[in-house]
């Protein structure tokens, strides 16, 4: 089952970082891109093939993987014989990634449309290449064919970013931080679809959670897998930087592998 990563967007409200790279090349953690940290999550459920849908400053991404495998090997360059390359130990991944490029503006709908020819005829896997969680894939992939619907999307409970205030008649009675309990449930990624899923986008002007979300909805195929374990998305800078300590801290909920 190939994975497909939406990676094309132009990550406006991380300008800090994407006026630079795209956003899911900034990195989190490791020295490693939030990228390649959803990559791991999949490549320890056994899933190895990835298609990313590339768009803003995509050669950034192509370039970042082009190298990988040297970056990643212990080498020996041999100027003596002829500029000679000894690779000694490798430790790059078992992955095998296409890096497409689906359009600089295209909407999200429109991406997956795109790489429809290296999908193929069969489920796929799919998220956004900017956010992590601990999702069990392979019970996530259980669940969705078990329910026998064309597309299963990963629902899960955020954080809230503002405090909120207790009121009882008109007076506030207490400040406190916003939980998970005060929250509904959203669109998390990690999604399980059926090929037949890209016949409900029209063209790149499509958003995949508007009208082929909603008319999945509206049809009865569209299930819900409640994840109620550690999600976060890197929609700013502040996300970025709480990513990163949980990282150097050690306490990275999504690191499984």
Not at 65 to 93: C, P, Q, R
Not at 110 to 125: A, N, Q
Not at 189 to 217: C, K, N, S, T, W
Not at 227 to 250: P, V
Request: net charge negative; glycine share 8%.
């Amino acid at each position: 089952m190939k994975v497909v990563i939406l990676a094309g967007g132009y990550g406006t409200r991380i300008s800090e970082e994407s006026q630079f790279l795209p956003k899911p090349m900034i990195e989190i953690g490791g020295g490693k891109p939030i990228l390649w940290h959803i990559m791991k999550l999949y490549s320890f459920y056994g899933f190895n093939e990835f298609i990313i849908c590339a768009g803003y400053k995509q050669e950034a991404i192509k370039k970042w993987f082009s190298d990988y495998f040297l970056y990643n090997s212990d080498v020996t360059f041999d100027f003596t014989s002829g500029d000679k390359m000894i690779v000694h130990t490798e430790h790059a991944e078992p992955w095998k990634v296409s890096v497409i490029d689906t359009g600089l503006d295209t909407m999200t709908g429109g991406r997956l449309k795109r790489v429809k020819e290296y999908i193929g005829d069969e489920p796929f896997l799919m998220t956004y290449g900017d956010g992590v969680a601990d999702v069990n894939i392979n019970e996530l992939v259980n669940f969705h064919k078990q329910s026998k619907h064309l597309a299963t999307l990963s629902a899960v409970l955020p954080e809230g970013r503002f405090g909120v205030m207790d009121i009882e008649n008109h007076m506030i009675k207490s400040f406190r931080e916003k939980s998970k309990d005060d929250m509904g449930w959203i669109n998390g990624g990690f999604m399980v679809l059926e090929p037949q899923v890209l016949d409900y986008i029209e063209g790149d002007h499509i958003m995949f959670e508007r009208e082929p979300l909603e008319q999945l909805a509206k049809m009865g195929e569209l299930m819900c897998y409640k994840h109620r374990g550690f999600w976060q998305c890197m929609d700013t800078l502040k996300d970025k930087q709480k990513l990163e300590k949980m990282w150097e801290e050690k306490k990275a909920p999504w690191k499984v592998w």
